[in-house]
């Protein structure tokens, strides 16, 4: 797996492979709700967050752990940052109720050891990830939680910089090839097809070892210094009060 190109990828791996019928979007679960069933609860929204969130820290703090794909000094850079704002996303979520349903994931074949094919699978998953925040943006605001939808869109649209970055590192052009963030779930649970064979193992082409999220301790010793601005989520009182 470490010298297939993301093309390759697409038409060797089994789990993959199958986009040739379903759609690369259909296999991922990444499908428009064509029905308007009744709006998740606040609380499942708050753990499919978390679940989310901790497969994100996993996924990237594996990504720069590995050692085996040969980054850039930028592209370190960017991974790192990602990586940190997915455990502040994380804390903020477990601080405010959210709970993981898992700490163990699995992960595509080779995922960590080509950066194409680690382009390929992460695009699909931050492609989910926004289009469930957008989803978390909606139903906060029609649960009359209009702070808690501000910290949605605050944090849907870190998630699209990881997009960008992850179409960029794959050789997409152009790498922000949206004008808006495509509304793929009505509800936080319909992005859940997209989770399972990272929560499951059980699906073709993905490793049958799980891989345990690694803590805040080690994922911030992999960050090292913050490069981050520090912005507040919106539900902090001081949020709006001027420098």
Do not use: C, W
Request: hydrophobic share 45%; no cysteine; aromatic share 10%.
């Amino acid at each position: 797996m470490a010298h297939l190109s993301r093309r390759n990828f697409l038409k060797s791996s089994a789990v993959i492979a199958a986009a040739t019928t379903l759609g690369f979007q259909g296999l991922f679960g990444l499908r428009r709700a064509l029905a308007q069933p009744k709006d998740d609860d606040l609380q499942t929204v708050l753990n499919l967050a978390a679940t989310a969130e901790t497969l994100a820290v996993t996924h990237y703090y594996m990504a720069l752990t590995v050692g085996v794909i040969a980054f850039s000094d930028f592209e370190k850079k960017y991974l790192r940052a990602a990586l940190e704002s997915e455990q502040v996303h994380l804390d903020y979520l477990i601080a405010n109720g959210g709970k993981a349903l898992t700490n163990e994931f699995y992960f595509p074949n080779g995922v960590f050891e080509n950066k194409m094919t680690l382009a390929t699978v992460t695009e699909a998953a931050e492609s989910a990830f926004t289009g469930a925040y957008l989803a978390a943006t909606r139903i906060f605001a029609a649960a009359g939680q209009p702070l808690l939808a501000m910290v949605a869109a605050q944090v849907g649209g870190v998630e699209a910089q990881h997009l960008a970055f992850i179409r960029s590192l794959g050789d997409q052009t152009p790498p922000n090839n949206i004008a808006l963030l495509e509304p793929l779930f009505f509800n936080v649970s319909d992005a859940v097809p997209t989770l399972t064979p990272f929560l499951e193992g059980k699906a073709e082409g993905f490793d049958n070892v799980a891989t345990p999220y690694p803590g805040r301790e080690k994922v911030m010793e992999v960050v090292g210094m913050s490069q981050l601005k520090p912005v507040l989520p919106a539900t902090d009182p001081n949020a709006f009060k001027s420098k």
